[in-house]
């Protein structure tokens, strides 16, 4: 497989889409310079307490007070609360690897007994805002890295379920056992598997520095404030993804492929040459068909083979995906097998929506009814393969009686939305255009006022309905106007005119309005 990763920088966000043997996959935003990503660590004041919900609201500084339950304090609550206090008393700090952990929190349990208004708690955000929600938030800290997740106040070592060789499984546990220090313990994720040993210990070592300088961050932070901030979407992307699948990341804006450059460099240096600058004229995303795929690919109907199409419907509570056979069914004698081939069809470009638009919470999809049960768990087998290769985490129902499929899958940021509809060229969106009755007129007068001012040549750019207006007859509106004005008149027909706009050149194209 063929991947790249395609970045679009301007001044208010980072577009980055994932493109697979050419085709787009995935497509995140990064807005800039505003904050409270996912992994971000922050000094947040507790503001309220919830007893009924078992939680509280938080201040970090977002316009809506973030939330945190009971549970997402963590096990190790005691122990961060008391890491936490020392750093802002002004005494000796703690240091983790030499402290006696706190016994751990119960899991039946109630907020009020830890936390308090006013309190100061260090948390770490697990959603970010999503509509009218804020940020949610746990107190479990980790930090995460290319080939491990840091666990402070631990002493365990996990190993992603995917690694299936025992003798790798061995091998890492090792690794990590030797350079972790006391109270640290590490989740082993599956990029490592292909890892140095040498590239682990240092991925361990450089986040226990970075947890050290959050918590030296505290000694002189007022919450809230933020401790520790995530790296850049970009990077993160790159840190779970790069693998030599890449044949190339490309990035137009210099300051940000150097950024990436000096990353892939550290984490992974044989492929620091894939890192390329674009210079072209055209729009990286025209240049790379990423412009037009999101243009077709983000809209309500997305367009299957042969006349089939799905329906996507984004609502507050859940997403509704309607599968349609379109005119195919006209055209086949067996309607089982018709619409368990357009079932398969819409369950592979479901899967790709799903990841595509970062759909979360539930969905809903409404496949065509099959009859046969073999082709009901057909179906379901074949979008359970589909979205194993999905990173979030997510659950699949089989189909019910309805022939309808429920999906689970987790939400961390808002639902990615473009905007696939162009403002009316005829009414600039407003509704309401001039009237037509007028518009002779007002070309008329305009064209006499430009002859006063002693101008000889314009040249009228319209729409070619008007053009055919004014070059119709024998005697054409144009040529009257030529006659009476002594000015020579050139009419140029542009589809991207509205309707009924009026454009008025010289010959050098530009306005003569000005």
Known sequence: MNRELIINVNPTEVSIALCEDKVLVELNKEQCQTGFS??????????KI??????????????????????????????????????????????????????????EGRIGDHL???????????????????????????LAGRNVVLVPFSNKVFVSTKIRSNAAKKRLRKVAQEVLPQNFGVIIRTAAADAEDIDIIQDILSLIERWNKALATIRKSEAPARIMSEMSRVNTIIRDSLNDTFSQIMVDDETMYNEIKSYVHVIKPD????????????SIFDNFDVAKQIKSLFAKYVSLRRGAYLIIEHTEAMHVIDVNSGNRTKAEDDQEQTALE?????????????????????????FIDLRKAQSRQMLFETMQKLMATDKAKHTILPLTKFGLMQITRQRVRPIAMEETSDICPTCH????????????KSIEEQIGLLAEKGCRYVNLR???????????????????????????????????????DVAYLDKKGKSLLM
């Open 38 to 47: 996912v992994g971000d660590i922050y000094l947040g004041r507790v503001r």
């Open 342 to 366: 357009v079932n398969l069809a819409a369950a592979t470009e479901i899967a790709r929506q799903l990841r595509l638009r970062d759909m979360g919470g539930i969905v809903i999809v409404d």
């Open 116 to 142: 308090k208004p006013g309190d100061e708690i260090m948390v770490q955000i697990a959603k970010e805002a999503i509509s009218t929600k804020g940020p949610r938030l746990t107190a479990d800290i980790s």
């Open 271 to 282: 492929m620091e040459h894939k890192v390329k600058l674009y210079k072209g004229k055209v």
């Open 462 to 500: 319209v729409s070619p309905y008007v053009k055919a207006y004014l070059r119709r007859g024998l005697i054409s509106l144009r040529t009257r106007w030529m006659f009476k004005y002594k000015v020579r008149i050139k009419i140029t027909a542009d589809q991207s005119v509205g309707m009924i």
């Open 50 to 107: 919830m007893p009924g919900l078992n939680a509280a609201f938080v201040n970090i500084g977002h316009e809506k007070d973030a939330f945190i339950h009971y549970l997402d304090l963590g096990t190790s609550y005691r122990s961060l609360e008391r890491v936490v206090h020392s750093c802002q008393s002004g005494r000796r700090q703690i240091h983790v690897e030499s402290m006696k952990l706190e016994p751990q929190l119960e899991k």
């Open 429 to 440: 969106g407003t509704g309401k255009v001039g009237p037509t009755i007028l518009l002779e």
